[in-house]
């Protein structure tokens, strides 16, 4: 399977819009599910989820209002929004207690799905997540205060504009064919209006409902984090591991908020130690 052949070709209709999603591996393994973050899609799993599936029954799918999955006018994809379609996708694959593996954005998703929503999880892997205030850079402030605006720009200077937004997630710089694969979604006319859609629909208050309940979590929990992430410091990443009863912390040198494609091979090391079911 090449870059090119990454295809969700499978669907499910849920309240906030049809998901794209496929499983790789073999059907009777143990269930993992990734979950991407912003301004991303499923694509930034595609090396790890390759490599789990050896041994497990591999999950993957893009958030509604994200990559393949669908985009419309009106669309609900709040972080509360995206923690019951994570749920619902749950039910719908038949999975009751899966490992769940989640970035960035991702790492709301799964904590709401699991303390609000009733999602049950095996175990938990939270990479460079969002999770604790204060969270939003000025630039993602801005944006948010001011889609309508920013919505109105030529297509030239939003191409612009996300290109280096999503670029800076890199600390070693993304290839160019990953950065145009990860861009084109944002670039059609219900892209771009996606786009600053998330981005004024999402702020603090769907991790304040739910910080001061980490240590109510009863399951084996990694939190990942790449040592020069500059979106999301790793110091968070001790707080909140901190925060967390027994939780694991490990930083992985010379990757920054993007780790899946800054150090793809350390990070599927250290998921497929974590996810192992035979210890």
């Known amino acids: 399977m090449t870059d090119a052949d990454w295809?969700?070709?499978?669907?499910?209709s849920g309240p906030t819009g049809e998901i794209r999603w496929t499983a790789l591996g073999p059907a009777d393994a143990p269930p993992v599910v990734l979950v991407h973050g912003t301004p991303f899609s499923s694509y930034v799993w595609r090396g790890p989820a390759r490599a789990l599936a050896a041994r497990h029954r591999v999950h993957v799918?893009?958030?509604p209002g994200y990559?393949?999955?669908?985009?419309?006018?009106?669309?609900?994809?709040?972080?509360?929004?995206?923690?019951?379609?994570?749920?619902?996708?749950?039910?719908?694959?038949?999975?009751?207690?899966?490992?769940?593996?989640?970035?960035d954005f991702g790492g709301c998703v799964a904590l709401r799905a699991h303390l609000l929503h009733g999602a049950r999880y095996g175990r938990l892997a939270l990479?460079?997540?969002v999770a604790l205030a204060p969270w939003g850079s000025p630039t993602y402030r801005l944006l948010g205060e001011h889609?309508?605006?920013?919505g109105q720009l030529p297509d030239d200077l939003h191409e612009a504009l996300v290109h280096r937004y999503l670029g800076s997630a890199s600390h070693r710089g993304l290839h160019p064919d990953t950065h145009r694969r990860l861009v084109a979604p944002w670039l059609t006319p219900a892209g771009k209006?996606?786009?600053?859609?998330?981005?004024?629909q999402n702020d603090q208050r769907f991790t304040d409902d739910i910080q001061g309940r980490y240590a109510e979590l009863r399951l084996?929990?990694?939190?990942?984090?790449?040592?020069?992430?500059?979106?999301?410091?790793?110091?968070?990443?001790?707080?909140?591991?901190?925060?967390?009863?027994?939780?694991?912390?490990?930083?992985i040198a010379g990757a920054g908020h993007l780790?899946?494609?800054?150090?793809?091979?350390?990070?599927?090391?250290v998921l497929a130690e974590f996810l192992r079911t035979d210890r």
């Open 7 to 12: 295809i969700l070709d499978r669907s499910w």
């Open 220 to 251: 084996p929990v990694l939190v990942c984090w790449g040592a020069e992430d500059t979106w999301i410091p790793p110091a968070r990443g001790r707080e909140l591991a901190g925060l967390i009863p027994g939780a694991g912390l490990h930083l």
């Open 61 to 63: 799918w893009d958030l």
């Open 127 to 129: 990479v460079d997540p």
């Open 67 to 103: 990559g393949t999955s669908e985009m419309r006018d009106g669309q609900d994809v709040t972080l509360d929004a995206q923690a019951r379609a994570l749920a619902g996708l749950l039910d719908h694959w038949g999975l009751t207690a899966p490992a769940v593996v989640a970035h």
């Open 147 to 150: 889609a309508a605006v920013f």
């Open 193 to 200: 209006a996606a786009f600053y859609r998330q981005i004024e």
């Open 259 to 269: 780790v899946q494609e800054d150090a793809p091979a350390e990070l599927t090391a």
